[in-house]
């Protein structure tokens, strides 16, 4: 079945950056594309952005542009979001997501278990 | 302030039915059929219910059900039980710059 897992929590200084990682298993990793969806406490969800599994290919949120970057490993069927110049207001518990349908980044069937990233001096 | 507007909570009685709304836009729900409903109980992930407005994902329960009318999308849930209390948010492609927005959530109590 397919599975996506997530590192860790981390806890972050004002100004720094964070990486998380997604790794799959269960599918070929190269047909589907993973985005990104962050849940500050209490709050809804918001999509970060997404990245091609086939080729690299990214489409963030405006938001994020300039301040995320989403990576994949293809050797290890990971991928990556890195979020800078880290601001208390990013603590949120962040999620990677499969899409349903390849390069239709706007359904997801699969989740991680999320990573909650603390920003805090 | 979320792109689509959905009420905060619902509530109903074990076996009744409920109906959330989730309200866009002619940019986003109106135009586009790609809404999608989550279910996240607290401290988990999301769980896909519905996508494409209509579409429930294989193995789901077809007590959930959607649809669409002008710019507002719902998601119907019959027979209400226990395990249905959990919080419940819409999402929908878009032709804006971020091609996809998610609505506030909405609570749903199971009295």
């Known amino acids: 079945q397919v599975q996506l897992v997530q590192s860790g929590a981390e806890v972050k200084k004002p100004g720094a950056s964070v990486r998380v990682s997604c790794k799959a298993s269960?599918?070929?990793?190269?047909?589907?594309?993973i985005s990104w969806v962050r849940q500050a406490p209490g709050q809804g969800l918001e999509w970060m952005g997404w990245?091609?599994?086939?080729?690299?290919?990214?489409k963030y949120a405006q938001k994020f542009q300039g301040r995320v970057t989403m990576t994949t490993d293809t050797s290890t069927s990971t991928s990556y979001m890195d979020l800078k110049s880290l601001r208390s207001d990013d603590t949120a518990v962040y999620y990677c997501a499969r899409e349903v349908v390849p390069a239709r980044p706007w359904d997801f069937d699969s989740w991680g278990q999320g990573t909650l990233v603390t920003v805090s001096s | 302030q979320s792109a689509l507007t959905q009420p905060a909570s619902v509530s109903g009685s074990p076996g009744q039915s409920i109906t959330i709304s989730c309200t866009g836009t002619?940019?986003?729900?109106?135009?586009?059929?790609?809404v999608s409903w989550y279910q996240q109980h607290p401290g988990r992930a999301p769980k896909l219910v519905i996508f494409?407005?209509?579409n429930r994902p294989s193995g789901l329960s077809n007590r959930f059900f959607g649809s669409k009318s002008g710019n507002t999308a719902s998601l119907t849930i019959s027979g209400l039980q226990a395990e249905d209390e959990a919080d419940y948010y819409c999402?929908?492609?878009?032709?804006?710059?971020?091609?996809?927005?998610f609505g506030g959530g909405t609570k749903l109590t199971v009295l």
């Open positions: 269960g599918y070929t990793f190269t047909r589907y594309g």
């Open positions: 002619s940019s986003d729900v109106g135009v586009y059929n790609y």
């Open positions: 494409d407005v209509t």
């Open positions: 999402s929908s492609y878009t032709s804006s710059i971020t091609p996809l927005v």
């Open positions: 990245i091609s599994g086939y080729n690299g290919d990214t």
